[in-house]
């Protein structure tokens, strides 16, 4: 025991700032291995979405706890957000749930060569090219192409719809 030839009071004194500083050493280590564990899982999430380029084509290597997918972006017709979750449709209309968030698909579609997805609003990120009708008074988003096996109704807010229409108008015009 820490001074042991100490009178009782300050023994005690002793005893106790030796629990503390452990126990203040132990916190310290425990929120070093908090941060590292984070950012670990933060590293690992990045990795989740890759670009990867093949014969001079892009794909994204989507990875989660359950499935790979491997998909040409032009094959994405639009991601929306479901929580903490994302769901990804592709040309053929099945959703595929995606265990990490929507602005992970943000991030990394912004590092494509030909990037054609826009953001609409908080929860959608959409393919420009499959956009077929934007209606403000309906608030709704209609995707359509030659590809698609059916036609996409999304619902946006009136603000996102009126920035998406002004974007798309605004890249029309700089043809």
């Known amino acids: 025991m820490i001074g042991q030839n100490l009178p009782a009071k300050i023994r005690h004194f002793a005893d106790m700032a030796k629990y503390i500083s452990y126990f203040f050493q132990h916190i310290l280590y425990m929120g070093v291995s908090f941060t590292w564990i984070e950012r670990q899982k933060c590293l690992s999430l990045q990795r989740k979405v890759v670009i990867i380029t093949d014969s001079g084509m892009e794909w994204l290597k989507i990875s989660t706890s359950t499935e790979l997918v491997r998909v040409q972006p032009q094959d994405i017709v639009f991601v929306c957000a479901d929580g903490n979750y994302s769901d990804m449709y592709l040309f053929d209309g099945k959703p595929y749930k995606m265990t990490f968030q929507l602005h992970y698909f943000d991030e990394v579609f912004k590092k494509l060569k030909d990037n054609t997805f826009v953001r609409v ?6 393919n420009k090219n499959y956009i077929h009708i934007i ?4 608030q709704e988003l209609r995707l359509n192409g030659q590809n698609l096996r059916s036609e996409f109704r999304l619902k946006a807010s009136k603000e996102a719809l009126k920035e998406l229409k002004a974007l798309i108008e605004q890249e029309g015009e700089k043809a």
């Open 121 to 126: 609003g908080k929860s959608l990120i959409v």
């Open 135 to 138: 209606n403000l008074t309906n």
